[in-house]
């Protein structure tokens, strides 16, 4: 699909929007439909794109595999840690009242990191699987 | 979607299974929406008929495209799949009615919830972020240690692959 010229010029249209979707729903989940999964999901669905497009070594090139292993354990260090902060700021694990002065402020700042850990992990499996199962199909290609 | 369903049981080749299963998908969205589940339906598009679709025809890259011939008749699974298909129907039958406000289910925690005393408007990120931020801790943990399943699996050590070429 390399040499597609359509896809070529459409995928460049398309992948920043792609990018800039998943973004919004994930700084609009507190308002709009949408979060943390969402974003995630959707923020992988364009790099996949761009790996259909424009060829899985490109891809590898934007978002490294170091990268992506280690989105996968910071988002969930990132969820735990906001409870941890919780913790350390005095109240239970977890209790978002307790990040800031105004408890309603303090929950919506919870509610962001929450949802950022959430966004970072998914990412970074959906990712992964896609890496893993595309590269064991060129492995394939050349041993056959 | 009934339809759908019929063509992808009665299809042989794999590849027309998956853009099939795709449109599903997309089927299922769009029901999610009419149920007004938006975030539902934005998971599942981008989760069945995107990610999904991309990582079956990867698959199918790997192996035959045609499906094999069963080995045996399938009357047993159906007979299975039947049953339980009308044990949940009848069961279904005793839920309260679609959007019945006097469902036990709204008589619980959804008034609290609703009343959004974290002033949060999307009730959904709410109630997944906040009132059950236990819940989707352990999910973001599940979704964490399936991709460290995969890499456990699938990663293959470079001078392990060199030795067998070789």
């Known amino acids: ?144 | 979607m009934a339809f759908t369903v019929w063509v992808l049981a009665g299809t042989r080749n794999l590849f027309g299974v998956v853009v099939l299963s795709g449109i599903y998908s997309f089927l299922m969205a769009t029901v999610m929406v009419a149920l007004d589940a938006v975030d539902v339906a934005m998971t599942e598009a981008a989760v069945g008929a995107g990610v999904s679709t991309v990582l079956m025809l990867g698959a199918l890259h790997l192996c035959k495209s045609e499906e094999a011939k069963p080995a045996h008749r399938p009357w047993l699974p159906l007979a299975l799949s039947a049953a339980t298909a009308v044990l949940l129907i009848y069961g279904a039958l005793g839920l309260p009615d679609f959007a019945d406000p006097q469902a036990p289910i709204h008589q619980h925690v959804s008034p609290r919830y609703l009343q959004n005393e974290i002033d949060v408007p999307n009730v959904v990120t709410a109630v997944l972020a906040s009132f059950r931020g236990y819940d989707t801790l352990g999910e973001t943990t599940v979704v964490f240690t399936a991709g460290a399943g995969i890499i456990a699996l699938l990663r293959r050590r470079k001078i392990k692959r060199g030795g067998n070429e070789e």
């Open chain 1, 1 to 144: 699909m390399k040499n597609d010229l359509v896809l070529r010029v459409i995928g460049k249209l398309l992948i920043p929007f792609i990018l800039l979707f998943a973004l919004y729903v994930q700084f609009h989940g507190d308002f709009g439909p949408g979060g943390g999964f969402q974003a995630g999901t959707i923020f992988a669905a364009g790099i996949v794109f761009y790996a259909l497009i424009f060829g899985l070594e490109n891809a590898r090139k934007v978002i490294p595999d170091r990268l992506v292993e280690a989105m996968l354990a910071a988002g969930v260090l990132l969820y735990a840690g906001v409870g941890v902060a919780g913790l350390l700021l005095g109240g239970n694990y977890l209790d978002y009242f307790a990040l800031d002065a105004d408890p309603i402020h303090g929950q919506h700042r919870g509610i962001f990191w929450v949802e950022a850990g959430v966004a970072v992990t998914v990412c970074g499996v959906m990712l992964k699987i896609f890496y893993m199962f595309a590269s064991r199909g060129e492995d394939g290609r050349g041993e056959a």
